[in-house]
């Protein structure tokens, strides 16, 4: 029989909200370690392909300033850098640097190509919820199973759904985030989030979290972007919040005679 968790919390909407809303504005950078296994998946095909897993950091600073540096075996197979605006990717095994604006306005055939910086800032930090949207709290229960112990164990959960009300009078809402927290500890263990279009963009995982200084982070987060078929696991090490950063922190250069190419 599954077991139930010795200790299960309640909360009103409003106190997760609360909750999620002193983190963020606690909130000013981050510096994390991490391994980054990404994996590709073309469904018509039928074929998925796992990328070597890479050793590296990522720095994030509100509001949306982001940056990913990958090594493999000592050696740096790529450096990315936004502003919350523009992204600089430069891939040195390659000779090759990608420049381009964060948001995609005309998809390529390539799907990391489709695949742009700012849903790591989300991915990585739950944002505040902002005023002008709406929420509703409900209560679920979810099995999870412990392959190490051979236990299946009940974990209630609240689910908080995120909507944003159509202007000029429209009745179509949209879908903004969906965040659920398991009731044992009150901490994010999933969140779905949407594009403008209603369309779910990414479905993210948190476990294991593990005390960072003051702050609790999740050491294992899985990112599932549906749209692009693309699957990246992050495997937490490290995390230094709120730091001294330098000032070209957000800047990825790109090497003389390096080959660069313009996304839209």
Do not use: C
Not at 47 to 63: C, H, S
Not at 105 to 122: A, I, M, V, Y
């Amino acid at each position: 029989m599954p077991k139930a968790p010795a200790n299960v919390q309640t909360a009103t909407p409003e106190e997760l909200v609360e909750q999620v809303n002193r983190r963020w504005d606690d909130f000013r950078n981050l510096t994390a370690t991490v391994e980054i296994q990404a994996t590709l998946l073309k469904a018509q095909e039928g074929l998925a392909t796992d990328y070597p897993t890479v050793r590296g950091w990522i720095v994030m600073e509100k509001p949306n300033h982001l940056r990913v540096v990958g090594q493999y075996l000592g050696v740096r197979v790529f450096d990315m850098a936004s502003d919350g605006n523009t992204f600089t990717l430069v891939i040195p095994p390659k000779n090759k640097a990608i420049e381009g604006p964060n948001s995609v306005t005309k998809k390529s055939d390539n799907q990391f190509e489709n695949l742009r910086p700012g849903f790591f800032f989300d991915a990585m930090i739950v944002r505040g919820v902002d005023p002008e949207d709406y929420f509703t709290e409900t209560s679920d229960t979810e099995t999870i199973e412990d392959a190490a112990k051979k236990h299946l164990f009940t974990m209630p959960e609240y689910v908080l759904n995120i909507i944003r009300h159509a202007p000029n009078g429209s009745r179509r809402d949209k879908p903004v985030r969906v965040i659920t927290f398991h009731r044992d500890d009150l901490l994010p263990s999933n969140q779905d989030l949407y594009d403008n279009e209603g369309n779910l963009a990414s479905q993210v995982t948190y476990s294991a979290y593990k005390s960072f200084g003051n702050s609790q982070f999740p050491t294992k987060v899985v990112i599932k972007r549906p749209l692009e078929g693309i699957t990246i696991v992050l495997t937490v090490e490290k995390v230094v919040e709120n730091q001294k950063l330098p000032a070209d922190q957000f800047t990825a250069k790109i090497p003389p005679g390096t080959t660069i190419q313009h996304l839209q």
